[in-house]
């Protein structure tokens, strides 16, 4: 009897291409030094709250895993997110999350970066999500860019792929992400 098994999960890739590259990176990284460059590690616990005002609002509880070293790093995110919509009889969605984060410092002040995050159905409203698909909030993700730093200003753009997992037609949207910030 010939056992048949089933295809990996779009996750089940993204891990473990991730991890492949990480690997690869580590073993044909050159030493110019006499000491050994090891990877450090790093655990953190982070709430984030984001209101939009007469739209709805976010709230992300996550448990992230670093390891990295002078050049590169590598984080594993785990958590939920509340979420929900300002003017919804529903109660907002209580979704599980999980992030994974690749970095590359190109100089001090510059730094690319792919990311993958998986956005679950919500466990609460019957597995519908009210914020599907929609940018302002958690979604499944994944994505590429530049990060770059200039006199207090941050710049950070790149393509990002936000993915539907609420059904089964592909209802992925493709975008260009843009963020400039200034730290005060």
Same mark, same amino acid.
Not at 27 to 32: A, F, G, H, R
Not at 140 to 148: D, H, N, P, T
């Given at each position: 009897m010939k056992i048949i098994k089933p295809l990996p999960t779009l996750k089940e890739i993204l891990t473990i291409g991730i991890i492949s590259f990480l690997c690869?990176? /580590?073993? !044909?990284? +050159?030493?110019?030094?006499?000491?050994?460059k090891k990877f450090k590690s790093a655990f953190q616990q982070d709430?984030?709250?984001?209101?939009?005002e007469n739209i709805g609002f976010f709230?992300?509880?996550?448990?992230?895993l670093s390891f990295y070293n002078q050049k590169m790093g590598i984080s594993f995110t785990a958590g939920h997110a509340v979420q929900g919509? /300002?003017? !919804?009889? +529903?109660?907002?969605?209580?979704?599980?999350?999980?992030?994974?984060?690749?970095?590359?410092?190109?100089?001090?002040?510059?730094q690319i970066y792919a990311l993958g995050k998986y956005v679950d159905r919500p466990i609460n409203n019957s597995g519908e999500s009210?914020?599907?698909m929609n940018p302002l909030f958690e979604q499944?993700?994944?994505?590429?860019?530049?990060?770059?730093n200039i006199y207090d200003i941050e710049l950070d753009?790149?393509?990002?792929?936000?993915?539907d997992t609420q059904s089964i037609n592909s209802n992925n949207f493709f975008r260009i992400n843009t963020k400039i910030s200034k730290k005060f």
């Open positions: 690869q990176q /580590a073993i !044909s990284q +050159k030493e110019t030094e006499t000491n050994v709430k984030e709250f984001e209101v939009y709230k992300t509880y996550k448990n992230t919509l /300002a003017l !919804s009889s +529903k109660l907002p969605d209580i979704q599980l999350m999980t992030q994974v984060l690749l970095t590359y410092d190109v100089q001090s002040n510059l009210q914020t599907s499944s993700e994944l994505g590429m860019g530049i990060k770059a753009m790149g393509p990002k792929l936000i993915l």
